[in-house]
């Protein structure tokens, strides 16, 4: 069983920047599609991004495309999302998760394992 630990989440004013991390323990994390995810207070959690096994492939959603990069390390089990230009509406609890294999990337049900979540706090 894959364990996921997120780190990385803050305060930071809009327009600041914040790199998240996504440490794997238990198994091979190049075995894996790798997604990020996020949920605001009172919201559906939702996609963020997500990588192939091998990093050469990613795909981030429309409200993040161009301010935010899915990265990752198989070497060192860890998968990241770089966060620039940050707007309020970025505050959530950002999940990092593990794809099953099958299923759409951008559905939550399509993940089988799932940190504990790092809060994101974005001030105006």
């Known amino acids: 069983q894959v364990q996921l630990v997120e780190s990385g989440g803050g305060l930071v004013q809009a327009g600041g920047s914040l790199r998240l991390s996504c440490a794997a323990s238990g198994g091979t994390l190049s075995r894996y599609v790798m997604g990020w995810f996020r949920q605001a207070p009172g919201k559906e959690r939702e996609f963020v991004a997500r990588?192939?096994?091998?990093?050469?492939?990613?795909d981030h959603a429309d409200p993040v495309k161009g301010r935010f990069a899915i990265s990752r390390d198989n070497a060192k089990n860890m998968v990241y999302l770089e966060m620039n230009s940050l707007k309020v509406e970025d505050t959530a609890v950002y999940y990092c998760?593990?794809?099953?294999?099958?299923?759409?990337?951008?559905?939550?049900?399509?993940?089988?394992?799932w940190g504990q979540g790092t809060q994101v706090t974005v001030s105006s």
């Open positions: 998760a593990v794809h099953s294999g099958s299923g759409d990337y951008y559905d939550t049900a399509s993940y089988d394992y």
């Open positions: 990588i192939s096994r091998n990093g050469l492939s990613t």
